[in-house]
């Protein structure tokens, strides 16, 4: 009996850049609210609360030499060696992020040609079939970028693809908006096959949703806060509160979604690899997950994180976080085979994405 095409994962890679800033960078930093009125509180007492909240001691910063593509090349290359495969054998690239290759001499993005082009060239590919394109959309888009792949792995058009996911929020973030404290810089890989087998395994079902009317702009681009700053410059904002309760309304529904799809509950789910962006908010959206199925509480081993000392990377910090533990570089924190993970996001659109996936035995 011929078996199902399922897609399973095959090799992941990151790269953190090297540049380590810690909370304390941000001392002699002056904060501006969205009015142009500087805060009233030291900064001292901001970082603090800031580092209560979202749980981030510090965060890696890119070197003043690399852009976003860059980042993705060197994931996409550490990807490749845990792979094992021929890079010419793959049939798409699918970079994953918001803001292109943003160099650090200006603030002006630069997205032609793709940044998934740019990777394709940096790795010497000559094969015309891999197809390499961008894939803008907001935080959740590596985990958008599989969910595309996987698409086109499974209806027999491709045998395998690689999908990245890079920010370099460093070089678009407002040095006078307190919020900015949270943004950092990375990039992630992972690489997918189909296989045919006569086992359920590899990315089992998945679950999306976009919100526009009411929540597009609870993330968007706009002047420095800081009154002095001139020039047509823009910068990442956010309204804080409002995408916290929007998250914490419909990701666990989302999450919930892609665990029914796949006729699992919560007790099946070994890890929960959720979108670097928030301690408080992260804790306080498995909590409510937990809660539809009827739990008052999580083990909180089954939701690893990185944000205290990678912070929020945007698109990177979930291929990230998958890599470091499919390697075993965090204590305490393994995929066992044959167990269910959930991988899922929520950021700018807006837009939330989870799937569920079965490590293959």
Not at 18 to 45: A, R, W
Not at 51 to 76: N, P, Q
Not at 230 to 248: D, F, P, Q, T
Not at 332 to 352: D, H, R, T, W
Request: proline letters at 5%; a negative charge.
């Amino acid at each position: 009996m011929k078996g199902q095409r399922q897609t399973i994962i095959i090799g992941t890679g990151k790269y953190i850049p090297t540049q380590v800033v810690p909370n304390s960078f941000f001392l002699d930093f002056k904060f501006y609210n969205e009015n142009g009125e500087t805060f009233e509180n030291d900064p001292g007492d901001i970082i603090e609360k800031f580092e209560k909240i979202t749980g981030i001691r510090e965060r890696r910063w890119i070197t003043d030499d690399l852009v976003a593509s860059d980042l993705g090349y060197f994931a996409a290359k550490d990807a490749l060696e845990s792979s094992g495969i021929d890079p010419e054998s793959l049939d798409y690239i699918i970079f994953a992020h918001n803001f292109g290759d943003v160099p650090a001499s200006n603030r002006h993005t630069d997205q032609v040609p793709t940044l998934a082009s740019r990777v394709k060239h940096k790795l010497g590919i000559k094969n015309p079939r891999t197809i390499a394109y961008d894939l803008p959309f907001g935080c959740p888009g590596w985990v958008q970028g599989m969910i595309q792949a996987n698409y086109f792995l499974k209806s027999g058009d491709a045998k395998r693809a690689m999908v990245i996911g890079g920010d370099t929020l460093s070089r678009i973030c407002d040095p006078h908006d307190r919020d900015s404290m949270i943004y950092a810089d990375g990039a992630g890989a992972t690489i997918i096959e189909a296989v045919e087998t006569e086992d359920q395994v590899g990315i089992i079902s998945h679950s999306m949703r976009s919100d526009t009317v009411e929540h597009a702009f609870e993330l968007w681009m706009d002047s420095s806060y800081n009154p002095k700053y001139s020039g047509n410059e823009v910068y990442l904002k956010m309204y804080g509160r409002k995408l916290y309760n929007y998250a914490l309304t419909h990701v666990p529904d989302t999450v919930k979604e892609s665990i029914d799809k796949a006729g699992l509950s919560i007790e099946d789910i070994d890890k929960i690899l959720i979108h670097q962006a928030n301690e408080k908010m992260d804790e306080a959206i498995v909590q409510r997950l937990f809660k539809l199925y009827g739990h008052r509480s999580f083990p909180k081993e089954k939701m690893p994180m990185t944000i205290s000392w990678l912070g929020n990377s945007s698109v990177a910090t979930v291929p990230t976080l998958l890599d470091i533990i499919s390697k075993g570089e965090m204590e305490g924190q393994k995929l066992i085979p044959g167990s269910y993970i959930v991988l899922a996001s929520v950021g700018a659109g807006m837009n939330i994405n989870s799937i569920v996936y079965k490590i293959p035995e």
